[in-house]
């Protein structure tokens, strides 16, 4: 079992920033890819950015493509995404999730464990 704690979420204008983290404790599988998704309000979840064990290569949704980095720190067992220029639009619930595979996928069932999520707000 893995257990995946989110952090970083809050209240930010539109344009501002956030760091979300994500740290990774208990009996992992070896070198998980992880990854972030988010639900938004009467939505699904969907798909925002995935890294491999390795830290690299990245994958990206189109609609943080240029705003959004995801990077992690193998050392310290914690995933990071960095979010710039956000939208009224990335407002959700942001989760991160780690799976049994070193190669990172966009599918939400591609994922075997997940954090409870940190919320994103961007209002003005």
């Known amino acids: 079992q893995v257990l995946l704690v989110e952090s970083g979420g809050g209240s930010v204008q539109p344009g501002g920033s956030l760091r979300l983290s994500c740290a990774a404790s208990?009996?992992?599988?070896?070198?998980?890819?992880m990854g972030w998704f988010r639900q938004a309000p009467g939505k699904g979840g969907e798909f925002v950015a995935a890294i491999n064990w390795s830290g690299g290569p990245t994958y990206y949704a189109d609609f943080v493509k240029g705003r959004f980095t995801i990077s992690r720190d193998n050392a310290n067992n914690t995933m990071y995404l960095q979010m710039n220029s956000l939208k009224h639009e990335d407002t959700a619930v942001y989760s991160c999730?780690?799976?049994?595979?070193?190669?990172?996928?966009?599918?939400?069932?591609?994922?075997?464990?997940w954090g409870q999520g940190t919320q994103v707000t961007v209002s003005s």
């Open positions: 208990g009996r992992a599988s070896s070198r998980p890819a």
């Open positions: 999730a780690a799976r049994r595979s070193t190669a990172a996928g966009t599918a939400l069932a591609g994922y075997d464990f």
